[in-house]
């Protein structure tokens, strides 16, 4: 077997983490120049192996041996939930993991999602893009991200999209929430001042407060039942669950998607993909198939090595972490020829993406993630032309913690005569 090639350097001032924050395409696409697309250097002060090989992603979230999971650790933001449940957890074992994401899985069905939220998405978007005409211009990242905060907390609170006051405060605290995810986890406060850190903590007491009124209207609301029965074994997993589910980070990563989406149509030549999408669902699933292979919202995720492994070759040694790159390893030529290429036809290919993840710790939102994406883009294609205020050839993107255009894209929507 072969050493990973690249320098995990001294501790401390052999660490790469901000030059990968600076960067972090940059970083990679340096480092897959020099050392080929699967390397390793020092992140977080510990050894990180990245995997930018469609192969080498393959083989790590295919594990079924338990020789990687995630390490996630937000617990004192979250409390207990499915991230935080891996094969190394002294509480948890994996025969609870398993159940835990059984019963996620019972509460994202995708055919009672299908046929319980199907009505209110339309509700949603009737509300908020049903007069986009008469707005002057259309922030479209933002404007994505409240429909897609709108659905998330209607459908899993069980508020109905008219009671925009109660939506709106729920918003603000699950934004409110999602800061101290990104700040330093660092929990202080004085006369009336407060960290960051410490700004969430309180947002997410004030969210559980709001979560327990809510479930006591749960039997009211036949999706809501679902998730009461689903087999959570205490009202705290259930409670901790939906708290996740109604973070502010999917939909910052719906918004992505969707942003990408329609800067992608504006190109030149890609309008032709717009007339045939009106009333072509296989197209339309074909473009949000290949949006989500280019611009994945999450260019990776993260792994510890539980026990020693081989990716591809390479020997992996326990205790380090891995960084594997879904953005890398969807343009890995070897696997999507021109891979920078919009090209929707390729999905014929068949080829497994892992914007949603894969494997074992897969993503249990994805059903739902791909109803929210095909409805939104399906109803303003319907419904409206659309014109950039400014040049969409010319992209950059940030990457952290949400990969999306660097600016916001302004758009003016014209209505159609025949929807
Ligand atoms: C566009 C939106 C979304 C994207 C791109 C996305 C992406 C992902 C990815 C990449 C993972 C795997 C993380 C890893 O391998 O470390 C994941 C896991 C997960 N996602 Fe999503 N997700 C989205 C929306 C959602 C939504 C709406 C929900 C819930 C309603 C959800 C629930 C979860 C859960 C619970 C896991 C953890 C699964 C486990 O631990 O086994 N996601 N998601």
């Known amino acids: 077997m072969a050493k990973v090639p690249g320098h995990i350097g001294m501790p401390i001032i052999g660490d790469r983490s901000l030059e990968f924050a600076n960067d972090s395409l940059k970083f990679v696409n340096n480092h897959i120049q020099k050392y080929g697309r699967i390397f390793q250097s020092r992140l977080l002060n510990r050894q990180t192996i990245f995997l930018a090989s469609y ?21 004192a933001l979250w409390g207990e939930n499915i991230l935080h449940y891996n094969v190394t957890s002294e509480l948890i074992t994996d025969k609870e993991a398993t159940r835990v994401k059984a019963v996620l899985g019972k509460c994202l069905d995708p055919d009672q999602l299908a046929r319980l939220c199907g009505p209110m998405i339309h509700k949603i978007l ?56 990104i700040s330093i986890p660092v929990s202080a406060s004085f006369t009336g001042w407060s960290t960051t850190f410490g ?29 009461s029965n689903a ?27 969707l942003a990408s989406t329609f800067i992608e149509l ?88 892992w914007t949603f993840g894969g494997g074992r710790r897969a993503c249990v939102g994805r059903t739902l993630m791909k109803m929210m994406l095909q409805e939104t883009i399906s109803y303003v294609i319907k419904n409206y032309d659309w014109q950039f205020q400014s040049d969409v050839c010319n992209i950059k993107y940030k990457t952290l913690p949400v990969y999306r255009p660097d600016k916001e894209f302004y758009v003016k929507f014209t209505r159609r005569d025949n929807p």
């Open 55 to 75: 192969d080498a992603v393959q083989q790590l979230l295919n594990d079924t041996n338990g020789t990687y999971d995630m390490e996630y650790r937000y617990k």
């Open 126 to 181: 009737e509300n908020l893009l049903g007069s986009l005409e008469h707005e002057k211009e259309v922030p479209l990242y933002t404007k994505f991200k409240q429909v897609a905060s709108y659905i998330t907390v209607c459908l899993f609170l069980g508020l109905d999209p008219g009671s925009t006051h109660e939506i709106d405060s729920i918003i603000e605290l699950t934004t409110e929430h999602w800061h101290g995810l």
């Open 199 to 227: 700004k969430a903590i309180k947002a997410k007491d004030e969210l559980i407060d709001r979560i327990e009124e809510l479930l006591c209207r749960f039997d009211k609301n036949e999706f809501n039942q679902t998730i």
């Open 231 to 257: 087999g959570f074994k205490s009202r705290e997993e259930l409670r901790n669950h939906i708290l996740l589910f109604v973070s502010a980070l999917p939909p910052k990563a719906v918004a992505s998607l």
């Open 266 to 353: 504006g190109k030149t030549g890609h309008a032709r993909y717009v007339d045939i999408a009106r009333n072509d669902l296989d197209l339309l699933n074909a473009i949000t198939t290949e949006i989500e292979r280019l611009h994945p919202p999450f260019i990776g995720g993260k792994r510890q090595a539980i026990k020693g492994g081989v990716i591809s070759g390479f020997t992996i040694p326990k205790g380090c972490s891995l960084l594997y790159l879904t953005h890398a390893a969807h343009r890995d030529p070897a696997a999507f020829p021109n891979p920078d290429q919009f090209l929707p036809e390729r999905c014929s290919n068949n080829r497994k993406i």
